[in-house]
């Protein structure tokens, strides 16, 4: 007869994590909206029967998620408020993830191909003259003579992330611009390391110009190829180029 597996005790829930539960299940039950103020430490004291230094450590990992904002001062403005900066805290928690698990690097450019299709897709049905001056103006500004490689980088990332931006599905764009950011550094790696910069860069800037293209004329099915053909067209370079650190190489040490 096998040997019964040993029992332990079972740990005891952390405090703030209780803390923690209660403030979700306020917000998902709709009672906290964005734009709410929580009431003050003093009275969730009271009204939950914790300490005030659970309550600290809860609303620590709240604003650090994106859920909370707090603002010191006595002014209508002050207190802790419910925010919404998903894509901000989405694409912080993502790109440490990444670095953390080290992903494969084909797994990582694999649903960014599948998530900026989408997004480009949708902004080509979507897309206003807003943005479309936006990128635009991300456009003129990456062909300008002289324009370093990580200036070209910076507004390589600022492009793909007015694309996800102008879907107008706001969970598709926040998933996009995380994964996107999370790369980031990746990607100027290899631009630091290519051999014939200028040849890439061109090559680049035209892709990107007729991905525009599409999106202006609100040909979806077209958008969606060309972002994907070249996001896949990158990932071939990268490959041919690794950079140390990128996440999913033999040299990885933790950099997404």
């Known amino acids: ?24 299940e306020q917000i998902v039950a ?22 005030r230094a659970a309550i600290r450590e809860a609303l620590r990992v709240l604003e650090a998620q994106g859920v909370l904002r707090s603002r010191v001062g006595t002014g209508p403005d002050s ?16 790109r440490l993830h990444l670095a953390l698990a080290n992903f494969p690097l084909a797994d990582v450019f694999e649903a960014r191909a599948s998530l900026e299709r989408s997004s480009a897709m ?28 990580e200036e070209f980088s910076d507004l390589d990332t600022a492009f793909h992330v007015a694309i996800a931006e102008a879907a107008g599905n706001r969970l598709v764009a926040d998933l996009t611009v995380a994964v996107r950011n999370a790369v980031r550094q990746t990607v100027l ?22 991905l525009l ?3 202006a004329a609100g040909d979806a099915d077209a958008a969606g190829r060309l972002v994907e053909a070249h ?4 990932h071939r370079v990268i ?8 996440p999913g190489s033999d040299t990885d040490a933790g950099t997404a």
């Open 30 to 51: 709709g009672k906290l909206r964005v734009g709410d103020r929580l009431p003050p430490e003093r009275d969730l004291v009271e009204l939950l029967g914790v300490s």
């Open 213 to 215: 293209a599409a999106v």
């Open 231 to 234: 996001i896949r067209g990158f």
């Open 122 to 149: 949708l902004a080509a049905e979507h897309a206003t003259a807003e943005d479309l001056a936006g990128l635009r103006e991300v456009l003129r500004s990456m062909d300008a003579p002289g324009v370093s490689r």
């Open 189 to 210: 790696s290899t631009f630091r390391l290519l051999p014939d910069w200028e040849a890439e860069a061109d090559r680049l800037r035209s892709e990107h110009h007729a």
């Open 239 to 246: 490959t041919a180029h690794p950079a140390e650190g990128a």
């Open 1 to 24: 007869m096998a040997e019964a597996t040993a029992w332990e005790p079972v740990p005891r829930t952390r405090t703030y994590e209780l803390v923690l539960a209660r403030i979700e």
């Open 79 to 94: 207190g802790t408020v419910i925010a919404a900066l998903p894509g901000e805290a989405l694409s912080r928690l993502l």
